[in-house]
């Protein structure tokens, strides 16, 4: 008989190559899922090997690209539609709107369709261009506006808010930046998943910001737990949230140069990155230990390396995150400690192939991936 490796969680059954027993293993597994939405949260905790090893230290992200929808923002707009509903804002017949830059609104029209919902998307039109089509794909209607700031009616929340009040009371506007069933998500599901997976074990959380939903969420969680959990913020390019935290003001390159687009963040890097206070943010503000400000070239690096090292094809705020992870280690002198830091795997590098996987793209933006960025990190 030819035998056939293990498989994981069947350790006591008979292995045998036989097609009977192939086919007897396949049928036991079968169960029905009542659904997509059953399919949101409970993702996996994964050790990134390559920097683990490298480091000394276990960094572990958390593979929310395996959400339904594609990405940690499934969670958020679960929680947010059902919350709606919870308290009559949403009844058959409802119309949700959203402002988003990509993730959230795949997530949005995901979930309102899933509940027999109609959804209004609005992006920047520079978002990249298969995130557009997957809401397109949804079915719901997608209306693309000139990025602007948010001082400016036309800029994408702005325009959903509108759009909403104008559809009258069916209309729903889901505002995931001040909407805090956002930072609830996070509490109730990202942050007790990963304290039940690490045992209690971590010694730092590390997070971007987009709306501040996670690293408020999953934050205020673990500090409950252990008030000695270090909250990290990964900050990209661009963004003034790193100068709040350290300095306490908000200040971002653009603000420094009086351009009158300050409040847009200038970056690669899709999904994080602010140059406003938001509800969500704000949570967040009382309960982050440090930042670090990751640059696009660092991001591209870290990305690159990963999927070669580790075969983890990641979105540009996953890697933001593990960039910040190695410079979290350096900067507490936790090399070789075995210490337990944790992050988000936000989303997949396929939702980025025409922008940060994109390497015309980056060419144009002036970005090459240089694999010494990730050297000097681990050395
Ligand atoms: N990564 C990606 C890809 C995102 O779309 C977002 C949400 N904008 C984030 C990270 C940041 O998450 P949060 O909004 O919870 O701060």
Redesign the pocket.
Known sequence: LRTIPKQRGRRNARVDGSIEHVIELGSRSAHIVPGVLELIGNTPLIRINSLSNALGVEILGKAEFLNPGG???DR?ALQIITEAETHGYLKPGGHVFEG?????GISIAMVAKAKGYDATIVMPDDTAVEKMRSVEAYGATVERVRPAGIVDKRQYVNRAKHLALEHGPAGYFAD?FENQA?FRA?VSGTAPELWKQTGGNVDAFV?????????SGVGTFLKHKRKDIRVVLADCQGSGLYNKVKHGVMYSQRESEGTRRRHQVDTVV???GLNRLTA?VELALPIIDDAFQVSDAEAVAMAHYVSAHDGLLL????AVNLVTCCKLVRAMGWKGSKRVITT?L??SGSRHFSKFWNEEYLRKTGITNDPELIAVLLR
């Open positions: 990405s940690v923002k958020v988003t830059s990509g993730s959230t995931q956002n996070h997070s971007g910001a987009g709306t501040g939903g996670t690293i899709e999904g994080i969500n979105g540009s705020s996953s988000i936000c989303d």
